[in-house]
């Protein structure tokens, strides 16, 4: 009889050794995001707070090409097409050649993504049925999760979490970010002129058929990357939709003239260790110093904006609908299918998890801006809204999860344990019966 799927598994040495150095370099994104962001907040209630709208609505750029655009504008159209390559990346290579490849291990963290997704819009459009005035166009603003925001979060809490939990984390965020790009792509797209979009497959081929045929020249790719970003934000669809489909159609695997799979990384891998760092370190940054700047006003500023239904909405989504979503999706998988929860992991550390997911930063804060117009005294109740959501989520999970930490802490002892000194930790040799 086949043993049953068991949900949280390690997998592979060489999929958690992968896992854990992603991880690492996105931990230091989100420490980056996390001093851009609050940069922004403490410059937006000062004194100097009109020199932080000025410089946020400065407009840069060539007007003949509709380019003459606000930096605020730069970092969510432009900086942002660079993070959702990189998303787009990850996301192929989790298909192609990771978890996500395998159903029985797809299933959980799409399940969850998708969990996570709808009950925090349900939720959202519970509390603003009787708002009127285009509020529900919110909808998906709770429904996003910040990778690299929640794991810095668990780098300043100093958390050892599991593996397993880490991978999960990751995956259901790699495939949040498919299911956020989608929704934008479809409900936020205002107007679509379909000549520009047309002509914006035409640099797309191009670019993939040269990534296909493994040239890695910049000085041809990044041309025709920047052509297909400026059709698309012409066509009117949301320019970082460029980025996802420019990632696709680089090849993950090595052609057999270069050695084949077994041969090392591929192109995609190549591109995402060059392309990150400028992701993580730069790009996300940046977009989240010119988003979060909300002037609050006080504490009677902070009541008036959480007395809107629309950041009231967000919150709930945020905390209740992620932790709900999650733990209940995972329950449904493990109720209808053979799955059974690993014997190392509790239902506790489920719902810590999903939780943390309630962290829905940056994209979050890009969909509000997209749902009620950038600058609008919406746009900043949904800034709160997140905040305030995102602030929330993190402190409750921190609290459940610390509360688990001494168990995290011999489950790491364990993963690191290396009896016969030969390089690959002893619990990734024994013979696995978690399928």
């Given at each position: 009889m086949?043993?049953?799927?068991?949900?949280f598994?390690?997998?592979?040495y060489l999929?958690?050794?992968?896992?854990?150095?992603l991880?690492r370099?996105?931990t230091?994104g989100?420490?980056l995001?996390?001093?851009?962001?609050?940069?922004?907040?403490?410059?937006a209630n000062?004194p100097?707070?009109?020199?932080?709208e000025?410089?946020?609505?400065?407009?840069?750029?060539?007007?003949?090409?509709h380019?003459d655009?606000?930096l605020?504008?730069?970092?969510a159209?432009?900086?942002l097409?660079i993070?959702?390559?990189?998303?787009g990346?990850?996301?192929?290579?989790?298909?192609?050649a990771?978890?996500?490849r395998?159903?029985?291990?797809?299933?959980?963290?799409v399940?969850?993504?998708?969990?996570?997704m709808v009950?925090?819009?349900?939720?959202?459009?519970l509390?603003?049925?009787?708002?009127?005035?285009?509020?529900?166009r919110g909808?998906?603003?709770?429904?996003a999760?910040?990778?690299?925001?929640?794991?810095?979060?668990l780098?300043v809490?100093s958390?050892?979490?599991?593996t397993?939990?880490?991978?999960?984390?990751?995956?259901?965020?790699?495939?949040?970010?498919?299911l956020?790009?989608?929704?934008?792509a479809?409900?936020y797209t205002?107007s679509?002129?379909?000549?520009?979009?047309?002509?914006a497959?035409?640099p797309l081929?191009?670019?993939?058929?040269?990534?296909q045929?493994r040239?890695r020249s910049?000085?041809?790719l990044?041309?025709?990357?920047?052509?297909?970003?400026?059709?698309?934000?012409?066509?009117?669809v949301?320019?970082t939709?460029?980025?996802?489909l420019?990632?696709?159609?680089?090849?993950v695997v090595?052609?057999q003239a270069?050695?084949?799979?077994?041969?090392?990384?591929g192109l995609?891998e190549?591109?995402?260790?060059?392309?990150?760092?400028?992701?993580?370190?730069?790009?996300?940054?940046?977009?989240?110093?010119?988003?979060?700047?909300?002037?609050?006003g006080?504490?009677?500023?902070?009541?008036?904006?959480?007395?809107?239904?629309?950041a009231i909405?967000?919150?709930?989504?945020l905390?209740?609908?992620?932790?709900?979503?999650?733990?209940l999706a995972?329950?449904?998988?493990?109720?209808f299918?053979?799955?059974?929860?690993?014997?190392?992991?509790?239902w506790?550390?489920?719902?810590?998890?999903a939780?943390l997911?309630g962290i829905?930063f940056?994209?979050?804060?890009?969909i509000?801006?997209l749902?009620?117009g950038?600058?609008?005294?919406?746009?900043?109740?949904?800034?709160?809204?997140?905040l305030?959501?995102?602030?929330?989520a993190?402190?409750?999970?921190s609290?459940?999860?610390?509360l688990?930490?001494r168990r995290?802490?011999?489950?790491?002892e364990?993963?690191?344990?290396?009896?016969?000194a030969?390089?690959?930790?002893?619990?990734?040799?024994?013979?696995?019966?978690?399928?």
């Amino acid at each position: 009889m086949t043993p049953p799927t068991r949900l949280f598994s390690r997998g592979s040495y060489l999929e958690a050794t992968r896992i854990t150095e992603l991880l690492r370099r996105e931990t230091v994104g989100g420490i980056l995001l996390i001093i851009g962001a609050a940069i922004a907040l403490v410059w937006a209630n000062s004194p100097w707070s009109a020199a932080y709208e000025t410089l946020r609505d400065t407009r840069v750029g060539p007007a003949s090409l509709h380019l003459d655009l606000t930096l605020g504008t730069w970092a969510a159209d432009g900086l942002l097409a660079i993070f959702f390559f990189v998303v787009g990346l990850e996301l192929k290579r989790e298909f192609v050649a990771g978890d996500l490849r395998e159903p029985r291990r797809a299933v959980l963290p799409v399940a969850a993504a998708v969990g996570g997704m709808v009950v925090p819009a349900v939720l959202f459009v519970l509390v603003n049925l009787g708002t009127g005035d285009g509020a529900l166009r919110g909808w998906a603003i709770p429904t996003a999760t910040d990778i690299a925001f929640a794991l810095a979060v668990l780098a300043v809490i100093s958390t050892h979490l599991p593996t397993a939990l880490r991978t999960f984390l990751l995956t259901l965020a790699v495939v949040d970010d498919l299911l956020a790009i989608t929704v934008i792509a479809i409900f936020y797209t205002s107007s679509l002129s379909v000549v520009p979009l047309l002509l914006a497959l035409v640099p797309l081929a191009v670019f993939g058929f040269l990534v296909q045929k493994r040239i890695r020249s910049w000085w041809l790719l990044l041309p025709l990357a920047v052509l297909t970003w400026v059709l698309m934000h012409e066509s009117g669809v949301h320019a970082t939709v460029a980025g996802v489909l420019l990632a696709f159609t680089v090849p993950v695997v090595r052609s057999q003239a270069a050695g084949g799979p077994d041969a090392g990384p591929g192109l995609a891998e190549h591109l995402e260790h060059r392309i990150r760092p400028l992701s993580a370190g730069f790009a996300v940054p940046v977009f989240a110093f010119f988003a979060a700047g909300v002037t609050i006003g006080g504490f009677s500023g902070l009541a008036d904006s959480l007395s809107d239904p629309v950041a009231i909405g967000i919150v709930v989504g945020l905390v209740a609908g992620k932790t709900i979503g999650i733990t209940l999706a995972t329950w449904l998988v493990s109720r209808f299918t053979r799955a059974q929860l690993d014997e190392s992991l509790g239902w506790p550390d489920v719902v810590g998890l999903a939780m943390l997911a309630g962290i829905g930063f940056t994209v979050s804060l890009l969909i509000g801006a997209l749902a009620y117009g950038e600058g609008s005294l919406r746009d900043e109740h949904v800034k709160v809204g997140v905040l305030v959501g995102t602030l929330t989520a993190a402190l409750l999970a921190s609290v459940l999860l610390r509360l688990r930490d001494r168990r995290y802490r011999l489950l790491a002892e364990e993963e690191a344990r290396d009896d016969d000194a030969d390089g690959v930790p002893d619990v990734y040799q024994r013979p696995s019966a978690e399928g």
